[in-house]
């Protein structure tokens, strides 16, 4: 497992990469001599086990990029050696000998990493209390879990990541779905495919044309048609509970941004994000595990991927609140990255074990879950985004662009947010002055609304345990889990609790039991 955390604060979208921010510099940095390992875990195995595309616009942002990064660790590289001593960085340590690292200390410019020791392991002896039940006994720890052994590499000792090797880089897939095979028997990612190349050129002429003008979005890697015509379908299911939801916020709050600002507290600035995201790390304890990245040009809140084998949480500092960060720590880590990491050990963890146990698609309940547990404790717990979202893309499959623009007005004022909306309803398509969606984005609220319908009889901590799996297929599958080195987030060992707040969510949005039997089996 990775033995630091690294954290970056810059992240520009989408001419910039990530490892781009990954040099100290002598005279921005404090001496900290401690025995360290932080070996990389391999791409082969990480790569899907985060299956949150959905989750945000940016998930594979760094994919284009990742062409100009060889060069630019070159340059960084022969700079840093002029200017210090060689010693080994976090993204350049392969190996398992004890090593002494440069640490910044937080809140310093430059887009600096920030390296800290890893907390020991905490070990739950009870994991939940009573109802909840497990098949047979979960071993249930902080943050241990079997990998497969990393192969030795000859220690390096240089000042930057070492120089790539010269074989041509096939475009890499940092987070995928579980999307099927495409036509040539090759693992197909759409998000990689609809994601625009000239959205900041098209957002201008937008803007100037004072919002009369359709963009008309180029792709770099245009989506194979079947795949998009298969997510191309919008539904109109949980439609008016979307609305409803939205209404009552605005009736409560007068307006969106007003309701953020109420519920959400302030901005937090670049440090006082990094104390939050370590505590809550601690009390997970997997401090040393993800490298967290800080950006303002996520479209997005946050995202889960992987990048060069490595789990990283990248997160949109323009939208982090004070009383929000925590819920989106609780999406992205406590549900994607522990349902992800305790997936690896299931048989179903490959597609051939998923097609052998004919497994349902792991969303909407991935999704939908990590959704829950975004408001789950907030005084007000309404599913605005959700609904938002789920809205949108309804209304993005009978309008143009400029229409939905409009449309979505009634709800949200300010123009940049709206726009941002648009693009996630409109993406992978090229004329958008046609009716047509990418209807993902209904994923959030559906499996929303599927998990509150059966709250009573969902074993949510079996749900984490069991890794990338719907709610509807772990009764069959919790006699054939691994029940050793499992994670379960600290949120939901305290099942009473859980569960009082999934009632209150209930609650503030106005759902009824009856109302859900009537919409889900």
């Given at each position: 497992m990775l033995e630091s955390i690294r954290v970056t604060e810059k992240l520009h979208w989408p001419e910039q990469e990530l490892a781009k921010k990954s040099v100290l510099h002598a005279e921005e940095s404090l001496m900290a001599d401690s025995k360290r390992s932080s070996p990389r875990l391999p791409p082969g195995i990480l790569k899907d086990i985060f299956t949150t595309g959905t989750s945000s616009y940016n998930v594979l942002l760094q994919s284009k990029e990742e062409k100009?990064?060889?060069?630019?660790?070159?340059?960084?590289?022969?700079?840093?050696?002029?200017?210090?001593?060689?010693?080994?960085?976090?993204?350049?340590?392969?190996?398992?000998?004890?090593?002494?690292?440069?640490?910044?200390?937080?809140?310093?410019?430059g887009g600096t990493w920030y390296c800290l020791a890893r907390q020991p392991a905490v070990f739950v002896t009870s994991p939940v209390s009573n109802p909840?039940?497990?098949?047979?006994?979960?071993?249930?720890?902080?943050?241990?879990?079997?990998?497969?052994?990393?192969?030795?590499?000859?220690?390096?000792?240089?000042?930057?990541?070492?120089?790539?090797?010269?074989?041509?880089?096939?475009?890499?897939?940092?987070?995928?779905?579980?999307e099927k095979d495409d036509f040539s028997g090759k693992k197909f990612c759409i998000l990689t495919a609809i994601k625009p190349t000239n959205l900041e050129k098209e957002k201008l002429k937008f803007f100037k044309s004072d919002y009369t003008y359709n963009p008309q979005f180029e792709y770099a890697n245009p989506s194979l048609p079947s795949m998009l015509a298969k997510h191309s379908n919008v539904s109109d299911r949980f439609l008016k509970q979307s609305i409803n939801i939205m209404e009552l916020t605005l009736q409560k709050y007068g307006s969106y941004e007003k309701f953020e600002q109420a519920t959400g507290g302030s901005l937090l600035s670049k440090p006082r994000i990094w104390s939050h995201v370590r505590k809550y790390m601690t009390k997970e304890g997997c401090m040393g595990e993800i490298v967290v990245h800080l950006t303002e040009d996520l479209l997005s809140r946050a995202s889960m991927t992987v990048v060069n084998g490595c789990p990283t949480l990248t997160i949109n500092v323009s939208t982090a609140r004070e009383h929000w960060l925590e819920g989106m720590l609780r999406h992205e880590i406590g549900t994607h990255y522990f349902r992800g990491i305790n997936n690896l050990q299931q048989p179903w963890n490959s597609w051939t074990g998923r097609r052998k146990l004919e497994l349902k698609p792991n969303n909407p309940t991935e999704e939908g879950l990590a959704s829950i547990h975004s408001v789950l404790f907030r005084k007000d717990p309404f599913l605005w985004r959700a609904a938002l979202l789920y809205y949108t893309v309804h209304q993005a499959g009978h309008m143009s662009f400029c229409e939905l623009?409009?449309?979505?007005?009634?709800?949200?004022?300010?123009?940049?947010?709206?726009?941002?909306?648009?693009?996630?309803?409109k993406r992978g398509w090229t004329d958008t002055s046609q009716p047509g969606c990418f209807s993902k984005d209904q994923v959030y609220l559906d499996g929303i609304l599927r998990i509150l319908r059966h709250r009573q009889t969902i074993n949510f901590p079996l749900l984490t345990a069991l890794g990338k799996v719907s709610y509807e297929d772990v009764d069959r599958l919790k006699g054939l889990a691994v029940t050793e080195n499992l994670r379960v987030p600290h949120f939901l060992l305290d099942q009473g609790r859980y569960m009082e707040h999934l009632e209150k969510i209930m609650e503030v949005n106005e759902l009824t039991d009856q109302e859900l039997r009537e919409l889900i089996c």
């Amino acid at each position: 497992m990775l033995e630091s955390i690294r954290v970056t604060e810059k992240l520009h979208w989408p001419e910039q990469e990530l490892a781009k921010k990954s040099v100290l510099h002598a005279e921005e940095s404090l001496m900290a001599d401690s025995k360290r390992s932080s070996p990389r875990l391999p791409p082969g195995i990480l790569k899907d086990i985060f299956t949150t595309g959905t989750s945000s616009y940016n998930v594979l942002l760094q994919s284009k990029e990742e062409k100009k990064h060889h060069s630019q660790k070159q340059s960084s590289s022969a700079c840093s050696k002029r200017c210090r001593k060689p010693s080994k960085t976090p993204s350049s340590s392969r190996g398992k000998d004890p090593r002494k690292m440069r640490t910044p200390a937080p809140g310093m410019s430059g887009g600096t990493w920030y390296c800290l020791a890893r907390q020991p392991a905490v070990f739950v002896t009870s994991p939940v209390s009573n109802p909840a039940k497990f098949t047979h006994d979960i071993s249930v720890t902080g943050n241990s879990i079997a990998l497969p052994p990393k192969p030795k590499v000859k220690r390096r000792h240089v000042s930057t990541p070492p120089k790539p090797k010269p074989q041509p880089q096939p475009q890499p897939q940092l987070s995928r779905s579980f999307e099927k095979d495409d036509f040539s028997g090759k693992k197909f990612c759409i998000l990689t495919a609809i994601k625009p190349t000239n959205l900041e050129k098209e957002k201008l002429k937008f803007f100037k044309s004072d919002y009369t003008y359709n963009p008309q979005f180029e792709y770099a890697n245009p989506s194979l048609p079947s795949m998009l015509a298969k997510h191309s379908n919008v539904s109109d299911r949980f439609l008016k509970q979307s609305i409803n939801i939205m209404e009552l916020t605005l009736q409560k709050y007068g307006s969106y941004e007003k309701f953020e600002q109420a519920t959400g507290g302030s901005l937090l600035s670049k440090p006082r994000i990094w104390s939050h995201v370590r505590k809550y790390m601690t009390k997970e304890g997997c401090m040393g595990e993800i490298v967290v990245h800080l950006t303002e040009d996520l479209l997005s809140r946050a995202s889960m991927t992987v990048v060069n084998g490595c789990p990283t949480l990248t997160i949109n500092v323009s939208t982090a609140r004070e009383h929000w960060l925590e819920g989106m720590l609780r999406h992205e880590i406590g549900t994607h990255y522990f349902r992800g990491i305790n997936n690896l050990q299931q048989p179903w963890n490959s597609w051939t074990g998923r097609r052998k146990l004919e497994l349902k698609p792991n969303n909407p309940t991935e999704e939908g879950l990590a959704s829950i547990h975004s408001v789950l404790f907030r005084k007000d717990p309404f599913l605005w985004r959700a609904a938002l979202l789920y809205y949108t893309v309804h209304q993005a499959g009978h309008m143009s662009f400029c229409e939905l623009f409009e449309d979505i007005g009634r709800f949200v004022q300010d123009p940049n947010t709206r726009w941002d909306y648009c693009v996630r309803a409109k993406r992978g398509w090229t004329d958008t002055s046609q009716p047509g969606c990418f209807s993902k984005d209904q994923v959030y609220l559906d499996g929303i609304l599927r998990i509150l319908r059966h709250r009573q009889t969902i074993n949510f901590p079996l749900l984490t345990a069991l890794g990338k799996v719907s709610y509807e297929d772990v009764d069959r599958l919790k006699g054939l889990a691994v029940t050793e080195n499992l994670r379960v987030p600290h949120f939901l060992l305290d099942q009473g609790r859980y569960m009082e707040h999934l009632e209150k969510i209930m609650e503030v949005n106005e759902l009824t039991d009856q109302e859900l039997r009537e919409l889900i089996c």
